[in-house]
């Protein structure tokens, strides 16, 4: 599994994270398989956060990883908070609170990387700055960073938190794509010119933060999966085609696709299917054309001006 380093820091990170939403979908045996299987394709990079299965998917991957000081230190860990029932909370007491909780369940003393679900509209960011130290000098979290945030959300961040923000969760695939595409639309009277979510992509590049696209197979907001949709044909042969020439699966060039892209992201993967994890993972081997590329870019509606 090929590797990239997580934002601006020193901490080697495979290309591929394995997200662990679903793992409470699994019994106690085919848990402990499927981590074993991500473990032998170099995955090791197991991402969390406290409001998946109440908590209970954390307890569950500890369970079937037999969490232990050995096993913790051939893992790398990544939890996120700031979500409550009704609500976001990025209040100083909640992230800390949080935390703890996430620890716990894991079954270990620190996290490689915490981040901030989502934008909580009465942030105060003197408070995160503050829960941020704690948690560093505590030794509880090495590595920080947000999700779903845009360029100014981080900014005002930015002020008051010292440590690095390394990685930003974000919505993306070949068919939710608008990050990617408003940048061929500059000045344009179409839709596609509009800035959704202003430049957050060459934002992230600029200031070294590791983008992880989330739901990389999914269209719409949850709406379905891409590959074999009668709703998607010509995306579908095109990248079946594809797929046929490196004798790889369409899973494998759906992720290729985003690994492709020069701002060296990691994808975050949320099948519980070994064999699809597999597939997944053998992305990390397939460098696409830019002809490949593009051509799948078109194939999912996307109009080059």
């Known amino acids: 599994m090929k590797t990239i380093k997580l934002g601006n820091s020193t901490l080697d990170v495979p290309v591929v ?4 939403m679903r793992i409470n979908s699994l019994g106690k045996a085919e848990a402990a398989r499927f981590v074993n299987t991500a473990l032998e394709e170099g ?7 406290d ?19 050995d096993t913790r230190e051939k893992i790398i860990l990544q ?12 209040s100083k ?70 440590q690095p923000i390394v990685a930003n969760q974000l919505q993306l695939s070949i068919t939710n794509a608008t990050m990617i595409t408003n940048g061929f639309n500059v000045n344009m009277e179409n839709d596609s010119a509009v800035n959704r979510d202003g430049s957050v992509l060459d934002y992230c590049r600029l200031n070294d933060i590791t983008i992880q696209p989330w739901s990389p197979f999914q269209y719409g ?6 590959l074999g949709s009668d709703k998607f044909p010509e995306l579908n042969k095109a990248i079946d085609t594809i797929a046929d020439k490196y004798g790889v699966s369409n899973t494998t060039i759906a992720v290729a696709w985003l690994l492709r892209h020069p701002a060296r992201m990691q994808p975050v993967i949320g099948t519980m299917n070994i064999e699809r994890l597999k597939d997944c993972c053998k992305a990390s081997d397939i460098q696409l054309t830019r002809e490949e590329w593009y051509g799948i870019l078109r194939a999912a509606g996307n109009v080059l001006p």
């Open 93 to 162: 007491e909640h992230i800390l609170a949080s935390v703890d909780g996430i620890l716990k369940r894991l079954r270990t003393d620190y996290l490689d990387a915490l981040l901030l679900h989502r934008p909580d509209a009465l942030v105060e960011p003197e408070e995160v700055a503050e829960a941020f130290d704690i948690l560093e000098h505590s030794g509880k979290v090495r590595h920080f960073g947000v999700s779903n945030q845009n360029p100014m959300q981080i900014q005002l961040l930015k002020k008051y938190v010292k």
């Open 79 to 90: 939890s996120k908070c700031g979500i409550r029932k009704g609500m976001f909370d990025f």
């Open 221 to 226: 907001f949850f709406e379905g999966v891409f």
């Open 43 to 49: 995955a090791n990079f197991f991402e969390h956060a």
């Open 51 to 69: 409001i998946y299965g109440g908590g209970a998917c954390e307890e569950i991957f500890a369970d079937a990883i037999q969490m232990n000081d």
């Open 17 to 20: 994270a394995v997200g662990c």
